[in-house]
């Protein structure tokens, strides 16, 4: 049978695999076993944040336990699911979105099944409009220069949730979930980031992949990848900068926090397919606190070049869309790795068929709660592979407890539809 591969993600000269999609036939695995919620441990948070203006739900927000290293993120459509430990429900929950004033709620006044978070979007004063840097090439060197004292120096054990997903269509046809332990090297050390899997589950739908069955290698390295300030080289290092255009493109505010919006783009005269998009920079620490990018598919050719290893005789293949977005959290002056998201979109023409098929993978990891360690990296025997395919490494899906005390992303309306679909299969 033939392969189909292509890579995604951060795919320069320097960079050439995060997504490897391969034509194969499986069938699904057994259910795995029910990881029930110990009632007594924690409280569960449930809720939807909305911009009290427009009612548009602010997707990807960080909602936290403040005081506390528990936090998740909203879905794209606003909702979140957050598990608090009972000892600290005397706490707040925090809510925060770039541009928006951070709300923080009494975790007593959250009880609601449906809680509605309204959040009011930050003006910027003509004073603050003032603080504008003159030269932007200046402006990203300095952020670069500044990663030592900006991010955290000391390792970190961090738990984490991801999941990864492929459509064809608006259809799902294969979902895994997981959390997994991350053993963090410190940001100035050029040391790769370890995973070890603590309970997952996955299944695939191969009747709706139109003869590919495609499966997403690499899984969580890929998605730590995203962190951008750990490993600049994927994206901005010193030899990388040569190639791109940079403008200060406006102001905007988090947590009180002013933000410089750096845009860039690959110059006119460089015929690779670089990057374009947006980083979020503190105007006080100059730390890049989020970022939002695309890669140039212009060129249809050399991006196929670039994106696929191996296609199946009489397809030809093709990225339509890519997007990336990387959240950083602070803690005492430093900041940390929080929330990731990768998306790709691709189109096959399969010759003499009359049809084309659009098929779209996502992957996402979000830190659901961290501490300092002075503890030695995983034993190679306990941690996952860095080609490693989690659609392997874990099981089926079992009822809607199976997470037990761990905090994930609440899932979106079209996967909770497959995820029932599956259970019913299963059933």
Not at 290 to 317: H, L, S, T, Y
Not at 364 to 389: G, Q, Y
Request: aromatic share 12%; proline share 4%; net charge neutral.
């Amino acid at each position: 049978m033939e392969n189909f591969r292509f890579n995604s993600g951060f795919i320069t000269q320097k960079i050439t695999r995060l997504f490897v999609l391969m034509l194969l036939v499986l069938p699904l695995s057994v259910m795995a076993e029910s990881n029930e919620i110990a009632e007594e441990r924690v409280t569960l948070i449930r809720g939807k944040i909305v911009d009290a203006s427009s009612n548009e739900p602010l997707i990807f927000a960080t909602v936290s336990v403040a005081g506390s290293n528990i936090a998740t993120v909203c879905n794209t459509e606003g909702e979140f699911l957050l598990k608090v430990p009972n000892e600290l429900l005397e706490r707040n929950v925090e809510f925060s979105h770039i541009g928006f004033e951070m709300k923080s709620i009494p975790i007593k006044n959250l009880q609601s099944p449906s809680n509605r978070i309204e959040m009011n979007m930050i003006s910027v004063s003509l004073v603050e409009v003032s603080v504008f840097p003159s030269d932007p090439d200046l402006l990203i060197r300095a952020v670069m220069n500044r990663r030592a004292d900006n991010y955290m120096d000391v390792a970190m054990h961090k738990t984490a949730f991801y999941r990864e997903s492929v459509r064809r269509g608006w259809s799902y046809v294969s979902l895994t979930e997981a959390v997994v332990e991350i053993y963090k090297h410190p940001y100035n050390r050029a040391r790769e980031d370890q995973v070890r899997l603590k309970i997952g589950r996955k299944s695939t739908d191969y009747g709706r992949m139109d003869t590919l069955a495609f499966r997403i290698q690499g899984g969580p390295f890929s998605a730590l990848m995203l962190d951008i300030m750990k490993d600049p080289y994927t994206l901005f290092d010193e030899e990388m900068l040569q190639y791109y255009n940079f403008t200060m493109a406006n102001l905007t505010k988090v947590d009180d926090r002013l933000l410089y919006v750096l845009d860039f783009e690959q110059k006119k005269d460089v015929n690779i397919p670089l990057f374009y998009g947006s980083l979020y920079i503190d105007t006080k620490t100059l730390a890049v606190t989020n970022a939002e990018f695309r890669m140039n598919i212009e060129d249809r050719d050399e991006a196929a070049r670039i994106f696929i290893r191996k296609r199946p005789i009489g397809a030809r293949v093709w990225p339509t869309e890519t997007y990336y977005q990387v959240n950083y959290r602070e803690h005492d002056g430093r900041w940390y790795f929080g929330h990731a998201r990768a998306q790709l979109s691709f189109r096959v023409n399969w010759r003499r068929r009359l049809f084309n098929r659009n098929y779209h993978t996502t992957m996402e990891i979000a830190v659901t709660d961290w501490r300092e360690t002075d503890d030695r990296p995983f034993r190679a025997s306990d941690r996952l592979r860095m080609n490693v395919i989690m659609e392997d490494a874990v099981e089926g899906f079992a009822n809607e407890n199976f997470w037990g005390d761990y905090n994930v992303i609440e899932p979106e309306q079209p996967i909770e539809n497959a995820i029932r679909r599956i259970q019913r299969s299963l059933d």
